[in-house]
C-alpha cells in the first residue's frame, strides 16, 4: 500500500468569526511545486493535473480537515459537509466550520491571529507520469489520486532554503536518468551521511557509468545501526539503469565488512552484462578485495593496495560450537581463494593463494599484478634515454666535412682522436646507465 504523501501551500486562510468559519485556496492544479527529493535524496519538482484534485473530491468517502495533519484533531469533515472542496480554474477551494471543541478554537484563533497561515493536503497517488523541465529536473504530473486530508499548518514542509526538512516520509522514487546522478547515501546510528554508494554517468561516453565503493560492507540493515556501510540491498537499487549500459567503472576504496555481503554484491555485479573495470583508489582489503575481482579488468595504481586474509568471526559456545565454526571459516576461504583464481597467472596454484591469505597479505599494485591479472597505473619506470653519441653528430657539431681535399693527413688525425674521445665516453655512458 501506498504511503500518504503531504504537499504545503503557502496560501493564507480567511476567517469569519460566524460559526469559525475559515476558508482558503488548497492548491493550484497545473502549478509546479517547489523543489522536492525523493526517498534516495534526489530532487523534482511536481504539479497536480486539472481535474485530479476534484474526481479525488468526487471518489473520496470521506475527506478530514485536520490541524497540522493530527488525526486526532479533527476540525472538520466533507462526510457532515462541515469540509467543503470544490475544484475551480483558481485552484482548489475549500470552506470549512470547524468544530466548537477546545482544540477547535484554539486552531481557529491560531488562524485568525495568522500564527497559522499556510494549507496542506495528504494524498495518495494512484497514476503519474514523468518528464522534464526546461533545465532537465524531472517533472512529477499526478493525474490520479485519492484525497485523505487537508490541513492548517505553521510552516512549509518543503522549502528552497532547507530542501531536506520534511514533515512526513512520502512514497516517490524518480526515475533514473542518466543525466541524474544516483546515490545511496550511508548514514550513522544518529542519522549523519558517513559515506556514500554512488552511480554516475561517464562524462562524453553514452551508456556507460560509474559506481563508487567508499565504505565498510554490510549484509543486512542491521549492520546499518552499528556503522556505515554498504550492503547489497543498496547495490541492487543501483542497478537498474546499469543493465542496458555498455561500460562500468566500479571504483573501490574500503577495508572490507561482511564476508556474505561482499559475496552477495561480487555476484550482483559478476551478472552485470556491461563490460566491468575495477579499479581500486585506494585500498581494496578484506572482502572488498572479492569485489574488486567482479570486473572483466582490475586496474590498480602503483601506490594503491590489495589486502587479502583469513575470515574471522566472533563465537560463544562448546567446544562442539567452536569445531563447527572453524569448518564454516575453511569453507569461506575455500570460497575466497575460488574467486582469487579466476584473475590469477598463469602458473600461480592454489597452494600459493592460500599462502598469501593465510599470511594477511598487503600488496601495492605491482606486486599484486605478480599474482594476479591487474593492469598497474602510473608504475614508478625511469625512462632510459639513449645518450650515446656517433661520429656523423660530433661532425655536425664541429662543422667536419666528410670529404676535405688538404690536408688530408690533418683530418685523419683529428678523426682518430675524437673517435677515441667518443669511445670514452660512450664507455662512461654505459656504465652510468648499468648502475642506476
Not at 488548497?26 to 486539472?50: A, H, T, W
Not at 552499528?226 to 562500468?248: G, H, N, Y
Not at 552477495?264 to 556491461?274: D, F, H, K, S
Not at 583464481?341 to 606486486?367: C, F, H, P, S
Amino acid at each position: 500500500m501506498n504511503k500518504i504523501e503531504v504537499r504545503n501551500m503557502d496560501i493564507s486562510m480567511n476567517t469569519n468569526d460566524n460559526d469559525m468559519m475559515v476558508d482558503g485556496i488548497v492548491n493550484v492544479p497545473n502549478q509546479r511545486s517547489q523543489l522536492l527529493m525523493d526517498r534516495r535524496g534526489r530532487k523534482f519538482y511536481e504539479e497536480i493535473e486539472q481535474g485530479a484534485f476534484q474526481n479525488a473530491i468526487n471518489e473520496a468517502d470521506e475527506i478530514l480537515f485536520l490541524a497540522d495533519h493530527n488525526k486526532k484533531h479533527i476540525l472538520a469533515s466533507t462526510k457532515n459537509n462541515s469540509l467543503l472542496l470544490e475544484e475551480t480554474e483558481q485552484g482548489v477551494y475549500m470552506t470549512a466550520n470547524i468544530v466548537d471543541t477546545s482544540y477547535g478554537q484554539d486552531a481557529y484563533k491560531l488562524i485568525k491571529s495568522g500564527l497559522i497561515s499556510n494549507m496542506s493536503f495528504g494524498f495518495v497517488v494512484l497514476e503519474d507520469k514523468w518528464s522534464k523541465t526546461e533545465n532537465g529536473t524531472p517533472l512529477r504530473t499526478v493525474t490520479k489520486m485519492a484525497l485523505k486530508e487537508v490541513s492548517s499548518v505553521k510552516n512549509p514542509a518543503y522549502t528552497q532554503s532547507s530542501i531536506s526538512a520534511r514533515s512526513l516520509d512520502y512514497d516517490v522514487d524518480v526515475p533514473f536518468d542518466k543525466e541524474v546522478n544516483n546515490v545511496v547515501e550511508i548514514r550513522d546510528i544518529n542519522g549523519e551521511v558517513e559515506g556514500r554508494i554512488e552511480l554516475r554517468e561517464k562524462d562524453n561516453e553514452p551508456e556507460a557509468f560509474e559506481l563508487f565503493f567508499f565504505n565498510e560492507i554490510g549484509n543486512a540493515s542491521w549492520d546499518k545501526f552499528f556503522s556505515e556501510c554498504t550492503i547489497p540491498q543498496d547495490v541492487i537499487d543501483l542497478l537498474e539503469p546499469i543493465k542496458s549500459a555498455k561500460r562500468v567503472d566500479i571504483h573501490i576504496n574500503s577495508g572490507g565488512g561482511s564476508v556474505f555481503g561482499g559475496y552477495a554484491i561480487y555476484n550482483l555485479l559478476r551478472n552485470v552484462e556491461a563490460k566491468k573495470r575495477c579499479i581500486v583508489d585506494g585500498l581494496a582489503g578484506s572482502i572488498a578485495s572479492v569485489i574488486a575481482f567482479a570486473g572483466d579488468e582490475i586496474v590498480m595504481p602503483s601506490n594503491s593496495i590489495l589486502m587479502i586474509h583469513k575470515p574471522t568471526c566472533g563465537i560463544r559456545g562448546n567446544a562442539d560450537d567452536l569445531a563447527k565454526q572453524i569448518e564454516v571459516l575453511n569453507t569461506v576461504q575455500r570460497g575466497l581463494v575460488e574467486v582469487y583464481m579466476t584473475k590469477a597467472k598463469e602458473g600461480v596454484t592454489r597452494e600459493q593463494i592460500n599462502d598469501l591469505i593465510n599470511a594477511e597479505t598487503y600488496m601495492t599494485g605491482v606486486e599484486a599484478s605478480k599474482y594476479f591479472d591487474i593492469t598497474v597505473q602510473n608504475a614508478c619506470k625511469k625512462k632510459k634515454e639513449n645518450r650515446s653519441f656517433d661520429l656523423d653528430q660530433i661532425k655536425d657539431v664541429f662543422n667536419i666535412a666528410d670529404e676535405v681535399e688538404e690536408p688530408r693527413n690533418e683530418i685523419e688525425v683529428l678523426s682518430e682522436e675524437i673517435n677515441a674521445e667518443l669511445e670514452k665516453l660512450n664507455a662512461m655512458l654505459k656504465e652510468d646507465m648499468e648502475n642506476e
